[in-house]
């Protein structure tokens, strides 16, 4: 196999693996790079109707990756968040249909952690793809979990949230926290900009 061959098959790869990818942004990235490559590919090899499909689709992807990226991408894709009462059969019946995803995040969270707290379902239009809780100690927030359902897990909702600043200046809240040992992915919150301190990832609202 010559490295045309590698080249191509590697396009190919990229493409068939975008399509399992639940992510929107990863969707659109590694689909545009296969395409890029099998474009490449085909402009060589002068195979013309495929080398022109591959180079639209690298142009839709190239489009859609331009408006998620855009400042301001959340509110214009539709983010809201809705408050929720820790017993509302609809938080309950939420947990219960992702129960093994959320264990999976957050290995430690349980239903039963929800009493007391700030409950806001994360809207994406008319759907309901993550819960957000938090519990208050004086201005400061502490995260009891900040789910989203794999389809919308491009840090999208996150950034909506933690600049939404109204939610928090309403409850007092000028800092919010998580400890690591609490979410399976403490880079998530690193790169939505809180920093370790103290045992704690912390943000300042």
Do not use: C
């Not at 142009?59 to 990756?65: C, N, T």
């Not at 264990?103 to 969270?109: E, I, K, L, R, V």
């Not at 793809?129 to 979990?145: D, H, K, R, T, Y």
Request: proline residues 4%.
């Amino acid at each position: 196999m010559n490295w045309w061959e590698i080249f191509g098959w590697a396009g190919s790869v990229l493409v068939v693996v975008s399509l399992w990818v639940p992510s929107v942004w990863r969707f659109r990235i590694l689909n545009l790079s296969g395409s890029l490559i099998a474009t490449i590919y085909n402009i060589y090899f002068g195979i013309w109707p495929y080398a022109a499909m591959n180079g639209v689709i690298v142009g839709i992807d190239a489009y859609w990756i331009a408006r998620l990226s855009r400042k301001g991408t959340t509110t214009e894709r539709g983010y809201a968040v809705v408050a929720a009462s820790p017993s509302d059969a609809l938080v309950q019946h939420f947990i219960s249909r992702n129960a093994a995803d959320i264990a999976t995040s957050y290995p430690h969270f349980s239903a039963s952690k929800l009493e007391g707290t700030y409950v806001q379902f994360i809207m994406h239009e008319d759907e309901i793809v993550g819960l957000f809780a938090m519990s208050q100690q004086g201005s400061v927030g502490s995260i009891v979990i900040d789910y989203v359902t794999p389809r919308f897990r491009d840090l999208g909702p996150g950034r909506y949230i933690y600049t939404h600043i109204t939610m928090f200046a309403k409850a007092g809240i000028s800092e919010v926290r998580i400890s690591p040992a609490e979410t399976a992915d403490p880079a998530y919150f690193s790169k939505l900009g809180f920093t370790e301190d103290s045992g704690y990832l912390i943000r300042t609202i």
